[in-house]
């Protein structure tokens, strides 16, 4: 069975800095996709960065420049790295793996940024 497992939230002010963790355990194969998706409150989900177990990576408009997101294979982990955080930056981020067809969420966490 595969676990998603987040980790890093928490209360920030403007322009500062966080580190997100995700770790995927049970049946994972090499060829996944894993990603941090964000929900603001009273907004739909939307990506905010995925990469490819290769290390292609794709992030939104509005986060590029400011947020990283990095991958160790071995550990079926993944990172978002948030600098100059915004008061829009502030949602439930989620993280999600993606095998083939198949999606696995984790159960979030929380991010909020204080001016």
């Known amino acids: 069975q595969v676990q998603v497992v987040e980790s890093g939230g928490g209360l920030v002010m403007v322009g500062g800095s966080l580190r997100l963790s995700c770790t995927a355990s049970?049946?994972?194969?090499?060829?996944?996709?894993m990603g941090w998706y964000r929900q603001a409150a009273g907004k739909q989900r939307e990506l905010v960065a995925d990469?490819?177990?290769?290390?292609?990576?794709n992030y939104a408009d509005s986060v590029k420049g400011r947020f990283t997101i990095s991958r160790d294979n071995a550990k079926n982990t993944v990172y978002l790295q948030m600098n100059s955080l915004k008061p829009e930056d502030t949602a439930v981020y989620y993280c999600?793996?993606?095998?083939?067809?198949?999606?696995?969420w984790g159960q979030g966490t929380q991010v909020t940024v204080s001016s």
């Open positions: 049970g049946i994972i194969t090499s060829n996944s996709r």
């Open positions: 999600r793996l993606q095998i083939s067809y198949s999606m696995y």
């Open positions: 990469i490819t177990s290769g290390g292609s990576t």
